[in-house]
C-alpha cells in the first residue's frame, strides 16, 4: 500500500512553524477558512508556559503561504460561566465551517474530571470577535465536523465519539434542527484496516458535483507508536448516511522530516481544506508531527476519481 499521487507538498513547508509565535513549542492542527480575499488558519498553539493546555490563535495570509499569526488566543471560554466552568484550558483542533455569512467553530475541549474532550459550538463573523453558543457533544467527542448547508431541511454533524488510551473511534453522523440539539444519530463509517485501524476522525465535509468530499486521518499503531495519515470518503449529497466512494489507500502520510519528527512523531492531522473550484485546486492545510503547519494541494477532480474508484 502506498501513497496516492495527487497531492504536493508545498515547497516552503513548514509554513509556520513554533518560531514564529514566541514562547511556542508546537503550532499545529489548522482549521482553515476563506474570508473576504484571506485564507484563514485557527491554529492550535502550545506555549511552553502552559505545559498542560494548547490555545487557540488566528493565522492570516493573502497569498495562503505566508501568516500573520494574532498574539492573543481567540477562543476565551469564561470559566466562571456555567457550564463552562468544566473547560480545561486545552482548546485546539477547531473545525470550521460556513454556513451563510457566519463561521461556525467546533472544539473538542477537554474537561477536568468530567471523562475527557466535550465539542463546543461557536461562532463568530470577522475573526476578531468569538461567540460561544452552546456544548453539543458529551465527552469522548473529538473532531465533530459541520455540514455548510441544510440537508431536506436539516444541519447535519460528522462526529467522533470513543477515542482515548486503548479505545476506538468510528464516525457517526447526526442531524438538527437549530445546530444546538442534536439527534438521530447514525453509525457512518468504522475504523478500518490496514491504515485507519485504530481510530478515525472527520473534517468539514465540502460540497461537489458527485457528493460530499470528506477528508478524514487514520491511526493506525504499530510497534513504535500510532502513525496518522490522511484519506477521503464522499456521502450521498441528499443521504449523507450513504458513503458512495472512499480512497483505499491514503492521499498523505508521514513521509517529510517535519511530520516524521517532532513533538509526536509520523503525524500528519487535518481539520479541514479549502476548495479553489475555479482551479480544481484542494488547499489541504495540516498539522506535522504535532509540531508545525504545512500544505499540499492537487485536484479535487482526481480526488473525487480515486474515490468513486476505491484507489
Ligand atoms: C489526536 C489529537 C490531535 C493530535 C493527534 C496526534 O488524538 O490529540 O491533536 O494531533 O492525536 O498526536
Not at 98 to 123: E, H, M, Q, S, W
Amino acid at each position: 500500500m502506498k501513497t496516492i499521487e495527487i497531492l504536493s507538498r508545498h515547497p516552503e513547508n513548514p509554513l509556520i512553524t513554533p518560531d514564529d509565535i514566541p514562547g511556542a513549542m508546537q503550532v499545529f492542527n489548522p482549521s482553515p477558512a476563506l474570508f473576504n480575499d484571506e485564507i484563514i488558519l485557527l491554529v492550535s498553539v502550545v506555549l511552553f508556559d502552559c505545559p498542560y493546555g494548547g490555545e487557540t490563535r488566528v493565522a492570516r495570509s493573502s497569498d495562503g503561504i505566508h501568516f500573520r499569526i494574532d498574539d492573543q488566543p481567540f477562543i476565551n471560554l469564561d470559566k466562571n460561566v456555567y457550564p463552562y466552568s468544566i473547560a480545561h484550558q486545552h482548546v485546539i483542533d477547531n473545525r470550521v465551517t460556513r454556513i451563510g455569512d457566519d463561521y461556525f467553530i467546533l472544539t473538542p475541549v477537554a474537561t477536568r474530571n468530567f471523562d475527557g474532550p466535550c465539542t463546543i459550538l461557536g461562532k463568530t463573523c470577522d475573526f476578531n470577535n468569538y461567540e460561544v453558543i452552546d456544548i453539543v457533544t458529551l465527552p469522548r467527542n473529538r473532531g465533530a465536523s459541520l455540514f455548510p448547508e441544510k440537508i431536506n431541511n436539516q444541519y447535519f454533524k460528522l462526529d467522533r465519539p470513543g477515542g482515548g488510551k486503548g479505545a476506538y473511534g468510528a464516525i457517526w453522523l447526526s442531524s438538527s434542527p437549530d445546530l444546538v440539539h442534536w439527534g438521530r444519530y447514525r453509525p457512518l463509517l468504522a475504523p478500518f484496516a490496514p491504515w485507519g485501524g485504530t481510530k478515525i476522525g472527520p473534517t468539514p465535509p465540502i460540497k461537489t458535483k458527485d457528493g460530499w468530499l470528506v477528508i478524514i486521518h487514520g491511526v493506525h499503531t504499530p510497534c513504535d507508536g500510532p502513525h496518522y495519515r490522511i484519506g477521503a470518503l464522499l456521502l450521498d449529497l441528499n443521504d449523507p448516511c450513504k458513503i458512495i466512494g472512499q480512497t483505499r489507500s491514503y492521499l498523505l502520510a508521514p513521509e517529510a522530516e517535519y511530520e516524521k519528527n517532532g513533538v509526536v512523531d509520523n503525524v500528519v492531522f487535518p481539520c479541514g481544506a479549502i476548495w479553489r473550484p475555479e482551479k480544481d485546486e484542494l488547499m489541504l492545510y495540516y498539522g506535522g508531527a504535532d509540531t508545525c503547519i504545512c500544505l499540499a494541494s492537487g485536484s479535487v477532480e482526481e480526488i473525487l476519481q480515486a474515490c468513486r474508484n476505491y484507489r
